[in-house]
């Protein structure tokens, strides 16, 4: 699904409750989601509002962990079930869609090393151009067996990884594949998962692909240039040009505020009062 721009509007049905600096900032409700809206209870709603200038500020001066990151923009986004319930890459999504909502701009950057010259590159790109795979599975939990134990899988929580990222076991895989599993603690379920055999394995890797709904990897040429010697000793630049699939799915790509255009906010700017 590719991200679109957002048009800021109140909802019809029901407003959450805001204090007095809040109630006049749009609530924008979600209408579509990476996981198309599989992992929650029937008939559920999601809305968020965007950023107003004091947290960006707050945002951008402050020493924040991961951690602190995630729940700072938690903050902007309701649901009608529990907010931790919110599988992770809605929350990419979602926060994406609050920057969007924010700045009007849509360009973002990040940096990258092509996969054939190893030369470090920046690549710019705007919104339109990142696409979020939809989660494809005609329900949840996806059950399987494994050692004669029943294992009922559904998409990573933002809940469940924040708890991954406390425990500092974010990083490990089977930590990350057992996070995924509703039916068992996170520690019965690393013990089952790391004792798999077999076609067992297999079994766990396709489950977990059937799961992803991230970002798409984005396509990056490399504009890297050298010089050589070519014909009649003639030194000639050479470009690279090797096409990388580059991810872009880290939350510092995708949750920090965009910069807006300046150009576009001079044009706001009046000089001298007639």
Do not use: W
Request: aromatic share 10%; with cysteine; glycine share 6%.
């Amino acid at each position: 699904m590719r991200v679109q721009q957002v048009k800021k509007d109140l909802p019809k049905d029901k407003e959450p409750v805001r204090g007095d600096r809040e109630k006049f900032i749009p609530e924008i409700q979600v209408k579509i989601l990476p996981s198309k809206f599989l992992s929650y209870p029937p008939n559920s709603s999601i809305s968020y509002r965007p950023y107003i200038f004091g947290e960006l500020i707050e945002f951008n001066e402050s020493k924040l962990s991961e951690v602190d990151i995630i729940k700072f923009i938690l903050k902007g986004i309701t649901t009608s079930f529990p907010i931790m319930d919110l599988t992770y890459f809605d929350y990419m999504f979602i926060s994406l869609l609050r920057k969007i909502s924010s700045f009007g701009g849509n360009q973002f950057s990040f940096d990258f090393s092509c996969a054939k010259c190893g030369a470090d590159g920046k690549h710019t790109a705007t919104i339109d151009n990142i696409d979020f795979v939809e989660l494809d599975v005609p329900k949840l939990p996806l059950v399987i067996t494994i050692a004669k134990t029943e294992l009922h899988f559904s998409p990573l929580t933002v809940g469940n990884y924040l708890k991954l990222l406390e425990l500092k076991r974010v990083d490990k895989r089977i930590s990350l594949y057992a996070a995924e599993v509703v039916n068992l603690e996170q520690d019965e379920a690393e013990k089952v998962i790391y004792g798999a055999i077999g076609e067992d394995q297999a079994l766990l890797n396709y489950v977990d692909e059937m799961l992803y709904f991230g970002v798409k990897p984005m396509t990056v040429k490399c504009r890297a240039e050298k010089q050589e010697l070519g014909d009649n000793n003639l030194m000639q630049t050479l470009r690279c040009d090797f096409e990388n699939k580059v991810e872009i799915g880290s939350p510092e790509v995708l949750t920090r505020p965009f910069r807006t255009d300046r150009e576009s906010l001079r044009n706001r700017v009046r000089f001298g009062v007639s």
